[in-house]
Structure formats: C-alpha cells, structure tokens
C-alpha cells in the first residue's frame, strides 16, 4: 500500500450535537471520499445520532455521557481494532473546517510526523479565534508545555488533530480524560512523538453550544496543569 493510499478514520466525538454533525459528516466526505467517518455518540439525548447515521457517517453510542476524552479514546480503539494507518480527530461541532483534513494529514503520509495539530494561531488566517477568557488559559498552556517538553504548540487546546499508527495505538491504551488536548500533547512527546503544527482556520459554531462553556477558566487551567505534571512525574 503507498502512502498515498493509507486507511484514514476520521475521529468525530459528539454531545447533542443536532443541527451540528449531519452537516460536519456530510462536509469531510465531500472533502475527502476515502476517508471513513466514525461518530461518537457520548450519551446524547438529543438526536444526534440518527442525524450522524442520515449523513452517512458510522456511530458507535455510549451508554451515557463520559466525556470527551473517553469518547474520543472509543475512536483511537475502534481505529487499532479495524487495522486505520490514520486517524483525523475533528469535532462534531462544525467548528473545524474539513477542507484542511488532507493539510493536516499529509505529514503523516509522507512520513514526517507522528501526530499532527491544527493552529487558528500560527499564521493570521482570519476564522473564529476563541474568547478572551479561553485565550489566556491557551496561551497558559503554550508556555507550560514548552517550559516542561521543549515542545512550542501555539494552539495545544486545537482538537483538530492527526495521528498515525504509533499514536493510534499509544492512545488506544491511555488517552486523558477532562480537557485532554494538552495533555495529550505530553503524553506524545513522552512517547517520543514527532509533533507538527499547521496552520488551520476554524468558525464559531452555528448550532447549540460547547459542553464546558461553564467550566470557569482557572479551573480548567488548574485542573489540566495538575494532570500534565502528575503525567510528567510518573
């Protein structure tokens, strides 16, 4: 198999996502007919699954709501179980443009990187940029994880992400659970990941509203930092 022509899963975690994930479905499969889409259903009680299946996309529903790391880890072992080279992580939001999914994705196919993240903030690239509140406990993090990795990523909170097999498998066996993004980029690095930035533009969602919109920005910055420092002394 060439590298052109490696097996792709895209990871959509997704809760109460109606209005939302019929249309980000329908957008990576006009973007990218290869790419097979896997819907995470975390417990919805809305109808976002039957929405996810109407599009086309495959859905594989919890019990109730674990959240988003546990759903998306669901993804990273749905993807080793059925043999992916590749898996896309893209939320079910429709805040990631999927006209960047095969940007994001040619570094692992030319083998020059592990695991790839998608930047707002890299390159002036217009989109939507997130709130004040959420840009202070992202930049935060850019500054955490350089002062204990080495590792620069301008946008660690990006779930917009790609990963080959090394990390497929990796995070098949541990993924964070609670805002696990910048975590995950520890976990990476400590496993000796290859980790590339690319610039990305993403949009504000257009239907229903995140599920950590209350979680306040100290607790987020609080809890995160006590999870990649414990992930640093094990």
């Known amino acids: 198999m060439s590298t052109a022509d490696k097996k792709i899963l895209a990871i959509v975690p997704a809760f109460n996502e109606c209005g939302n994930i019929g249309r980000t479905v329908k957008e990576i499969r006009q973007q990218s007919k290869d790419v097979d889409i896997l819907v995470i259903d975390d417990g919805s009680w809305d109808d976002t699954a039957n929405e996810a299946r109407a599009a ?39 805040q990631h443009d999927a006209s960047f999914l095969e940007k994001i994705v040619g570094p ?31 930049n935060f993090f850019v500054h955490l994880i350089n002062g204990l990795t080495g590792v620069k990523i301008n946008d660690p909170t990006s779930g917009f992400r790609a990963y080959n097999q090394k990390m497929i498998v990796l995070f098949s066996g541990y993924y964070p659970q609670d805002f696990p993004e910048p975590e995950a980029i520890v976990v990476a690095q400590q496993a000796g990941a290859r980790i590339v930035e690319l610039p990305v533009v993403m949009r504000a969602r257009e239907a229903g509203s995140s599920s950590i919109r209350y979680f306040k920005t100290l607790y987020y910055m609080v809890k995160v930092t006590l999870a990649i420092c414990l992930h640093m002394i094990r």
Not at 73 to 91: L, M, P, R, S
């Open 108 to 138: 692992l196919r030319r083998g020059e990187a592990d695991m790839v993240v998608g930047s707002r903030f890299l390159e002036k690239t217009g989109g939507f940029q997130s709130s004040f509140g959420r840009r202070v406990g992202i």
């Open 56 to 94: 086309g996309g495959m859905v594989v529903s919890l019990p109730f709501n674990l959240g988003i790391g546990a759903a998306v880890q669901t993804g990273f072992q749905y993807a080793q179980k059925h043999g992916y080279e590749i898996a896309v992580q893209i939320d079910g939001d429709g």
